[in-house]
């Protein structure tokens, strides 16, 4: 019998589950890995098992080999887990993930390579993570005079990344609409591409930051997708997407006082 189906999972398991199958919980995943302790197959001196990690310590990881030779860092996401991938007895030691990270900046790692759910975390991905940047890099554009756009629907709607993105924004109590369009800026693009128009209160950083991770996961055919603050009041795109466009996402009072009681969710 599998171990995996004889431990209960811990939080971190369960939030790896749920970004597998929903692009939606990957920000919170990201977060809850840099937040947990880990497993490495490898020694600290003569030390195993749980240690503290202090500046100039004698490490030792093991590496594996992928079916064509690349050399990749297994970790683990508990101690069943560790167990069930090896078959013989093997040293490890159980330190902070984003410690794994830092000192092995520049490898690829795996989480749970033989397990059902797993991820590889490539060097420049991790290097986003601990830059606070949720695996995705964003460009900041700033338009520094007028431009003529052309703002349309698209005939093809991205049915996968809206539904993501309006189950991440219910994360936000703080969104309050967002809105889908097709815009193209020939001054600059050779065609047209998508942007998404969040309205929201107060702090918008990480509302950008995760919505643009999931976007660019799930964009269709990998086309870049733009990120927009909408304003009311303002002219341009605002007032495209506030008196022109349905929002795909809507926090309703009604859903907020749901979620207060406990009988749904916005």
């Not at 977060?31 to 947990?36: A, D, G, R």
């Not at 497993?39 to 195993?48: F, K, N, P, R, S």
């Not at 924004?169 to 815009?183: D, E, G, P, Y």
Request: proline residues 6%.
């Amino acid at each position: 019998m599998n171990t995996m189906d004889t431990q209960p999972e811990n939080l971190l398991e369960k939030s790896l589950k749920l970004a597998a199958d929903e692009p939606a919980h990957r920000p919170e995943f990201f977060n809850t890995l840099l937040n947990s302790n880990v497993y490495i197959l490898g020694t600290a001196g003569e030390a195993d098992g749980h240690v503290n990690l202090e500046a100039g310590s004698n490490i030792s990881i093991a590496h594996w080999q992928k079916p064509d030779g690349t050399p990749v860092i297994p970790f683990f996401s508990s101690l069943q887990t560790l167990q069930q991938s090896i078959d013989s007895e093997q040293s490890y030691l159980e330190i902070p993930a984003r410690s794994l990270f830092e000192i092995t900046l520049g490898a690829l790692l795996c989480l749970n390579p033989k397990s059902p759910y797993g991820k590889e975390f490539f060097p420049q991905e991790v290097h986003n993570l601990l830059a606070d940047a949720v695996g995705q890099t964003a460009t900041q554009r700033t338009v520094e005079k007028e431009t003529n756009v052309l703002l349309g629907q698209p005939t093809e709607y991205p049915s996968q990344m809206i539904h993501s993105l309006a189950q991440l924004l219910a994360k936000h109590s703080n969104v309050k609409r967002a809105f889908l369009a097709l815009m193209h800026d020939a001054s600059s693009d050779q065609k047209p591409h998508l942007i998404i128009g969040i309205e929201a209160d107060g702090e918008f950083e990480q509302v950008m930051r995760e919505a643009g991770s999931v976007a660019a996961d799930l964009a269709p055919d990998g086309e870049p997708v733009d990120l927009y603050r909408v304003c009311e009041g303002e002219s341009g795109l605002s007032d495209y997407f506030l008196k022109q466009t349905t929002p795909f996402y809507e926090r309703s009072w009604g859903s907020k006082l749901r979620s207060l009681f406990g009988l749904g969710k916005a």
